[in-house]
């Protein structure tokens, strides 16, 4: 049972428009979540993060929106560069913020296009 | 600062043999984790440890894995004997809690290790 879906597998964008990557999670305990991007033949790098008792947290040209009731993350990359083309995994755990065990998605594949 | 480092980076084996993985974490850096992310997958976490000591190994198929992180800095997992579902990607993150709250102990991969069992 997934704790943690991301149901687009893949996302095709062009440059400069808006990247929304999403991502659902059923265990209303999680209480802190994060974005991770994975280039090829790398290990995943931290993105950016939100708590449960915010809405929303921005980091420069990435926005991290939390919408609590529904259940839902998503993330916002404004505008989109050719070197965002990576996977993103979203990510979530429970225990006041730290980051032990993380559950992740499967992850979505950006594609930015020159 | 450097960053955590694992080796070896590929591996093929045949079933039934035994693998052994190394992880060093940056420098300072408390806990460890072990991840497998088998392909098309997220990765899933197989044990953490704080200092020397295992915070969790509740994923951990204990009949075949086992790790061990003896003077609290690096770490080795090792797989006896593989079998194919073992094909995937292990990576070692490692993380030092800031401190604030709240915790935000940020967690940094390495660049994995790709198993193949055959």
């Known amino acids: 049972d997934q704790q943690v879906k991301q149901n687009s597998p893949s996302l095709s964008v062009q440059e400069g428009r808006i990247s929304i990557l999403n991502c659902d999670y059923t265990?209303?305990?999680?209480?802190?979540f994060l974005w991770y991007k994975k280039y090829p033949a790398e290990g995943p790098t931290f993105l950016i993060s939100?708590?449960?008792?915010?809405d929303k947290n921005e980091d420069g040209r990435f926005t991290v929106f939390l919408n609590k009731s529904a259940k839902h993350l998503s993330l916002h990359i404004v505008p989109s560069q050719p070197g965002d083309s990576a996977v993103y995994f979203c990510?979530?755990?429970?225990?006041?913020?730290?980051?032990?065990?993380?559950?992740f998605g499967k992850g979505t594949k950006l594609s930015v296009k020159p | 600062e450097a960053g955590v480092a694992q080796s070896p980076r590929y591996k093929i084996i045949e079933k039934r043999q035994s693998v052994a993985f190394w992880c060093n974490p940056i420098?300072?850096?408390?806990?460890l984790y072990w991840y497998q992310q088998i392909l098309g997958q997220g990765p899933k976490l197989l044990i953490q440890?704080?200092?020397?000591?295992?915070?969790?190994d509740s994923q951990l198929p204990k009949d075949r894995f086992s790790a061990e992180r003896l003077k609290g800095v690096d770490s080795t997992l090792k797989i006896q004997p593989a079998k194919l579902e073992d094909s995937a990607v292990y990576l070692c993150?490692?993380?030092?809690?800031?401190?604030?709250?709240?915790?935000?102990?940020?967690?940094?991969f390495g660049p994995g290790t790709r198993l193949t069992v055959l």
């Open positions: 990510a979530a755990s429970q225990g006041g913020g730290s980051q032990g065990n993380l559950i």
């Open positions: 265990n209303s305990m999680f209480d802190y």
């Open positions: 939100i708590s449960s008792i915010k």
């Open positions: 420098s300072g850096h408390a806990t």
């Open positions: 993150a490692s993380s030092h809690p800031s401190g604030g709250a709240p915790v935000t102990d940020t967690q940094y």
């Open positions: 440890f704080q200092n020397n000591g295992v915070v969790d």
